[in-house]
Structures are given as structure tokens and as C-alpha cells.
């Protein structure tokens, strides 16, 4: 889906399609300075508006690599997250003495991801680090050792490339703002 096609939806748009493939491509050359082909990398998606980031990540980077998927769901009041994390779908793959790269969408409050990269590394992985496209510096709560950061946004409502508001928008090409009155 283009921005064209949901003008009256989106006050703006973050990152074009171009953005977005040059942002991963940037990513995988530094990720690919890190690891080599015998590191044994497993790099978990998760799910699932990590989706479009992990497959053109995984199909960007010229290494050698394992690719799995977990969902986890953390509840609270409302639309905030409580910390309170409880997994859906759990690994297919032993990460044991595995180098372990988490890709997410965005890092919004970190509070899931915290408790995902604390919950992973009690597993016996020889290391893990994570890789997200998005952050958003003024919303984060907790501090996250972030070692791949593809682009800081503003705390706005984004969508698009994965990014849903009520599990719409997900396959918009670009990444844009929600217009408020959509989810007010």
C-alpha cells in the first residue's frame, strides 16, 4: 500500500520506501562487520511488526545466518505496557552458545524488549544483542544497550512497514504519523 492510497490517515511521512532500504542496507553492512560466517549467527524476529524488517534484513546481509521468531505480549492498563511479558510463541532453536541478534519494528517505552533480551541471555547464548529499526529516544523507560539503531523518530504514533494501529497499516511501504483522529 502507498501513502497515496491513505493521504487523509497520515499527517507525515518518516521514512520513504528508499529510507527504509537504505536505513537496512546500512544496518546489514554493519551488522556484517561484526559477525562473520563461522559466528553461527541466529538472528530472532519479533513478532509481529518485526516481519518486514527481519526478511529484507536477513535478505540485505552476505553472512551466514539462522533466522527464528518469537511472539510475547506484555499487558497493562490501557494502550501502556506494564513490563508484565508473557511469550506466545516461543524459539524453534536452542540458542545455547548461539550469537543471537534480536530485530525488532521500533523501541517504544523498551519495557517488552528489556525483559525479552534479560529472558534470552539466562538461556546460555553466547551473546545477545538487539537491532531495531526505529527508536524513539523520548519514550523509552528503561535503559537498553541498543547496539544497532537504524533511525531515532519523534514520540509520534507511526505506522506502516510493519507498524499497525489495530492491525491496519502493516503493509504501507513507507513509515508515516497516524492522524489523530484515526485512533481517537
Same mark, same amino acid.
Given at each position: 500500500?502507498?501513502?497515496?492510497? /491513505?493521504?487523509?490517515? /497520515?499527517?507525515?511521512?518518516?521514512?520513504?520506501?528508499?529510507?527504509?532500504? *537504505?536505513? +537496512?542496507?546500512? $544496518? #546489514?553492512?554493519? +551488522? !556484517?562487520?561484526?559477525?562473520?560466517? *563461522?559466528?553461527? $549467527?541466529?538472528?530472532?524476529?519479533? =513478532?509481529?511488526? @518485526?516481519?518486514?524488517?527481519?526478511?529484507? &534484513? @536477513?535478505?540485505? &546481509?552476505?553472512?551466514? =545466518?539462522?533466522?527464528?521468531?518469537?511472539?510475547?505480549?506484555?499487558?497493562?492498563?490501557?494502550?501502556?505496557?506494564?513490563?508484565?511479558?508473557?511469550? =506466545?510463541?516461543?524459539?524453534?532453536?536452542?540458542?545455547?552458545?548461539?550469537?543471537?541478534? /534480536?530485530?525488532?519494528?521500533?523501541?517504544?517505552?523498551? $519495557?517488552?524488549?528489556?525483559?525479552?533480551? @534479560?529472558?534470552?541471555?539466562?538461556?546460555? #547464548? !553466547?551473546?545477545? !544483542?538487539?537491532?531495531?529499526?526505529?527508536?524513539? %529516544?523520548?519514550?523509552?523507560?528503561? !535503559? =537498553?544497550?541498543?547496539?544497532?539503531?537504524?533511525?531515532? /523518530?519523534?514520540?509520534?504514533?507511526?505506522?506502516?512497514?510493519?507498524?499497525?494501529?489495530?492491525?491496519?497499516?502493516?503493509? &504501507?511501504?513507507?513509515?508515516?504519523?497516524? #492522524? %489523530?483522529?484515526?485512533? @481517537?
Amino acid at each position: 500500500m502507498d501513502i497515496k492510497d /491513505i493521504e487523509s490517515d /497520515i499527517t507525515e511521512v518518516l521514512l520513504s520506501e528508499e529510507q527504509i532500504a *537504505d536505513t +537496512i542496507s546500512e $544496518l #546489514a553492512r554493519r +551488522i !556484517e562487520a561484526d559477525y562473520s560466517d *563461522d559466528d553461527d $549467527l541466529l538472528i530472532v524476529g519479533v =513478532l509481529r511488526g @518485526a516481519v518486514m524488517v527481519m526478511a529484507d &534484513l @536477513a535478505r540485505a &546481509l552476505h553472512i551466514h =545466518l539462522t533466522m527464528d521468531w518469537m511472539a510475547v505480549s506484555s499487558y497493562g492498563s490501557g494502550t501502556q505496557s506494564s513490563g508484565v511479558v508473557r511469550i =506466545l510463541k516461543d524459539l524453534d532453536t536452542d540458542i545455547t552458545g548461539r550469537k543471537v541478534l /534480536i530485530v525488532e519494528d521500533i523501541i517504544d517505552s523498551g $519495557l517488552t524488549l528489556s525483559w525479552l533480551l @534479560a529472558n534470552l541471555r539466562t538461556r546460555g #547464548a !553466547e551473546s545477545v !544483542e538487539i537491532c531495531a529499526l526505529l527508536r524513539k %529516544p523520548d519514550a523509552v523507560k528503561v !535503559e =537498553l544497550d541498543v547496539r544497532y539503531v537504524g533511525v531515532d /523518530i519523534p514520540n509520534a504514533f507511526v505506522v506502516g512497514y510493519g507498524l499497525d494501529y489495530a492491525e491496519r497499516y502493516r503493509n &504501507l511501504k513507507s513509515i508515516g504519523v497516524l #492522524a %489523530p483522529h484515526v485512533y @481517537a
